[in-house]
Nanobody
Framework: QVQLVESGGGLVQAGGSLRLSCAAS????????MGWFRQAPGKEREFVAV?????????YIADSVKGRFTISRDNAKNTVYLQMNSLKPEDTAVYYC????????????????WGQGTQVTVSS
């Protein structure tokens, strides 16, 4: 069982930055692939980024945020991060972190555990 708690969301002007954190419970955090998703009002949940565990921390970033967002993890702190730079109003959404024991996963259905989400609002 893994429990996830996101933090770091807020209101920021376009062009600004935020760093989201996702703290995980459990002693097996290092064996979970971690992902970030987001959901804007009236839209479907969207994959944002993933970082694996068994492949030396390989990462993949969605095209919509590539070059602006990066994902990282600190297994000693049981935490995964999403650094968001050059934010745009279209990045406004609730951001969720998720965990899966799979070696790789980029769809929501592949994830077993979800956080409660943190709101990110980007003003123009």
């Amino acid at each position: 069982q893994v429990q996830l708690v996101e933090s770091g969301g807020g209101l920021v002007q376009a062009g600004g930055s935020l760093r989201l954190s996702c703290a995980a419970s459990g002693r097996t955090f290092s064996t979970y692939t971690m992902g970030w998703f987001r959901q804007a009002p009236g839209k479907e949940r969207e994959f944002v980024a993933v970082i694996s565990w068994p492949i030396g921390g390989s990462t993949y970033i969605a095209d919509s945020v590539k070059g602006r967002f990066t994902i990282s993890r600190d297994n000693a702190k049981n935490t995964v991060y999403l650094q968001m730079n050059s934010l745009k109003p279209e990045d406004t959404a609730v951001y969720y972190c998720a965990a899966t024991p799979l070696a790789w996963a980029i769809t929501g259905k592949q994830y077993d555990y979800w956080g409660q989400g943190t709101q990110v609002t980007v003003s123009s």
